[in-house]
């Protein structure tokens, strides 16, 4: 069964870190990324990464702040996510995509996971 589980999503407040992960079954991916979606409001890009790393690409918002990562061996995805504000609360969706390139629009990925809760206090 093909799955993606996030985790490490809570409570924090403003300037904190935190650092999500998501966990693959089922087939490998060679293409991932985190999406988030505030309410009311359309599922952003947050970050994506290639196969061995090499291709990263951020929105613009988060530029700076976020790292993304993944350990191959681990079938496993992080954010790390520093400096956070109240504009970073949202539902953050692990997402799986075919490759070769690392596609920052929703359309270029095929599996998704259920999303996992971030809130940034002020």
């Known amino acids: 069964q093909v799955q993606l589980v996030e985790s490490g999503g809570g409570l924090v407040q403003a300037g904190d870190s935190l650092r999500l992960s998501c966990a693959a079954s089922g087939r490998t991916f060679y293409v991932m990324g985190w999406f988030r979606q505030a309410p009311g409001k359309e599922r952003d890009f947050v970050a994506g990464?290639?196969?061995?790393?090499?291709?990263?690409p951020y929105g613009d918002s988060v530029k700076g702040r976020f790292t993304i990562s993944r350990d191959n061996a681990k079938n496993t995805l992080y954010l790390q996510m520093n400096s956070l504000n109240p504009a970073d609360t949202a539902v953050y969706y692990c997402a799986a995509g075919a490759g070769p390139s690392v596609p920052v629009t929703v359309i270029g990925y095929h599996t998704w996971g259920q999303g996992t809760q971030v809130t940034v206090s002020s």
């Open positions: 990464i290639s196969w061995l790393g090499g291709t990263t």
